[in-house]
C-alpha cells in the first residue's frame, strides 16, 4: 500500500496545479495549456525529474482519455445548424491551411537543402494541430462568437485533413520508389477514415438515442464516461482514429439526441482533470535537447510553418467570404501542435529509415516549440477578434 501513497499524492498535488494555473491564466492573460506544459517540463525529465515513474506510466492511457473527450466536444460544434452558418468557412479554410501549409514548408526546406523526400515528410507533419490545446484556449476566453464557433469547426477536422496529406505524401514516395513498405499508405488512410466515421456513427447513432432515457430525461456522467471509453477502446482495437471516430459520435450526438447540450456538458464536468494531467504530462515527455538536433531546419522549419498557416488562413477566407476582420487570424490562431505530428513522424521513420533520426528529431522538438508558444498565439488571437468587435 506504501508503494500507492506517492502516486496518489502527486496526483492531488497536480490536481491543485492545475487549479493554480486556471487562476495565474487569468490574472496574467496567459493560457493555463501552456502553464501546465510548462510546469511539466520543469518537474519532467528535461527538468528536475521529479514526477515518479507509476505517474510518468499514466501518460498514454490520460493521453487517450482526454483527447477522447476533446474529440467528442470538437465533433458537438459540427452541428448541421452551425454548418450551414459556418460551413463554407469551416472546409474552404481548412483545405487551404493544410494545403498552403504543406506546399510552402515542403518547397521552403528542399529549397533549404534538404532532400525532397524529407522535405515532402516534414511538409506533411506540419500540417498537424493539437485540438486540445486550441479548444481549451477557446474555452478559457469565455468568448462564444461566431469567429470561435468556426475556430472550434476548423480544428476539429483540420487534423482529418492533415492525415489525408500525409498518407498522400508517403503515397507518393512509394511511387517513386523512396519509401520501403508492403502496405500502400493510400488504402491505409482509406480504412482509417473510412473506418473510424463508421466506428464513430455506430456509436453515436444510439448513443443519441440512449442519451437521457435512464435517468428521467437527464443525461447521466456515466453515459458520457462510457461514450468516451467505448470509443477509444474500440478505435485502438481497431487500429483506427480515436480523434475522428469522437468527432464523429460528437458530431452524431448534437444533430440527432433531443438533450445534447447537457450530455456535452457532463463532459466538460470532468474533462478538465483529465486535461490537467494530461499537458502536465505532455510538458515532462518534451524533451528540451530534441531541438537543438534539428539544427537550424528545425529554425527554417518552424518559420515556414507559421507563414504557411497564416497565409493559408488568409487565402481560404477570402476565397470563403469569411469577416475580413478574421481572414488575418485564423492560421495564428491553429498554431498549437500535438502527438498527431509525432505519431506521423515515427510512422515515417519506419518508412524512411535513412532519415528517421533527423525526421524524429525535428519533429519532437518543433512540436514541443509550437505546444508551448502556439496556445499564447491563439489566447493573443482571441483577445484581438474580441477587441475588433467591441471597438
Known sequence: MQDLATPLIVLGLLFFVGLAADRIGQRLRLPRVTLLLGFGLLVGHSGFDLLPTAITDLYPLVAIVALTAVA??????????????????????????????????????????????????????????????????IDQSGQDTGFTRRLKGLVAIDDAWGLLAFSLSMLALRMFGSAAGEEAPLLTAAYELGGSLALGLAIGWPGAALIGRFSDGEPLRIEALGLIFLTAGLSLTLGLSYL??????????????????????????FEWPFLIIFFVLAGASLDTKALVLGGGAGFVYALLRILGRVIGGWIGGTVAQAPRSERKLYGAAMLPQAGVAIGMALAASEQLSQFGDQITALAIGTTAGFELIGPIATAYVLSRDGREKTG
Do not use: C, K
Not at 74 to 103: F, N, P
Not at 113 to 134: E, F, I, Q
Open 244 to 269: 475522428i471516430a469522437g468527432m464523429t459520435v460528437g458530431a452524431t450526438i448534437v444533430n440527432h439526441a433531443r438533450h445534447h447540450s447537457r450530455a456535452f456538458h457532463e463532459v466538460r464536468s
Open 72 to 137: 467528442l466536444l470538437l465533433g458537438s460544434s459540427l452541428s448541421l445548424d452551425g454548418l450551414r452558418e459556418h460551413g463554407r468557412v469551416v472546409i474552404i479554410v481548412s483545405l487551404s491551411v493544410v494545403l498552403l501549409t504543406q506546399a510552402v514548408v515542403t518547397l521552403g526546406l528542399w529549397g533549404f537543402g534538404l532532400p525532397l523526400t524529407m522535405a515532402l515528410v516534414l511538409g506533411a507533419l506540419s500540417t498537424a494541430t493539437d485540438p486540445a490545446a486550441t479548444y481549451d484556449v
